[in-house]
């Protein structure tokens, strides 16, 4: 097992990341940072803490009515629903509630959504929640998808993001780069650690890691 140590929010003190050095290589780039967001993800108060923190960012003007949560952070996200709801931020649906749903995802990796999950994203106003973006490719695949089945992004949360923005959406988010300063990230086949001779620590994605003997 990898060796992790804690980051602590500065504005969120109940709300931690843990990370370890490596090389780590994921769909869309090489990290030499992981960020193990499994417990935030599944422990109830480590999610609550997490949604509390996110739903900070979302004025009462803002109109959500669904979530689609990606990187299996449904726990948060429905934490994140009940939140936005207490503090006032509108819902456009028939029983004025947020629906929080994940999508699914075919061979090429694209997101889509079957018949029945289709009307909570069709003329919706979607906030999309996810654990961590380092190149921002998999959420703008996120908005195009979104927009494909008629929804309209209004928000992007994610626990750790590089970026700040993405087509024009600023990204919220708990933790960035100032958190973990020397975090870096390369396009596969320019990779710094590669090119060093640096081994391959772990195989990453949203769901894990499968570390390599």
């Not at 992007?156 to 959406?169: E, L």
Request: glycine residues 8%.
């Amino acid at each position: 097992m990898l060796q992790y140590s804690k980051i602590y929010s500065k504005a969120h003190p109940d709300v931690f990341l843990k990370v370890v050095p490596g090389h780590f290589v994921t769909p869309n780039a090489h990290i030499n940072y992981y960020i193990d967001m499994t417990t935030m993800k599944s422990r109830l108060s480590e999610a609550q803490n997490c949604a509390g923190a996110l739903a900070q960012a979302y004025a009462g003007s803002t109109v959500v009515d669904t979530i689609v949560c990606m990187d299996g952070t449904q726990v948060i996200g429905a934490f994140l629903a009940q939140d936005l709801t207490r503090a006032g931020v509108l819902s456009m649906n028939q029983h004025k509630t947020i629906y929080v749903c994940s999508p699914e995802y075919d061979l090429s990796g694209q997101m889509i959504f079957r018949e029945n999950i289709t009307m909570m994203v069709k003329n919706k106003n979607v906030l999309i929640l996810l654990a961590s973006t380092t190149t921002g490719t998999s959420v703008a695949k996120a908005i195009e998808s979104i927009q494909y089945y008629g929804g309209k992004v209004t928000g992007i949360s994610a626990i750790f993001s590089v970026i700040s923005k993405i087509y024009g959406i600023p990204v919220h988010a708990l933790f960035t780069k100032a958190d973990i300063p020397d975090y870096e990230n390369w396009k596969s086949d320019h990779c710094e650690l590669c090119e060093k001779g640096v081994p391959v620590t772990a195989i990453a994605n949203g769901f894990g890691y499968s570390q390599l003997k």
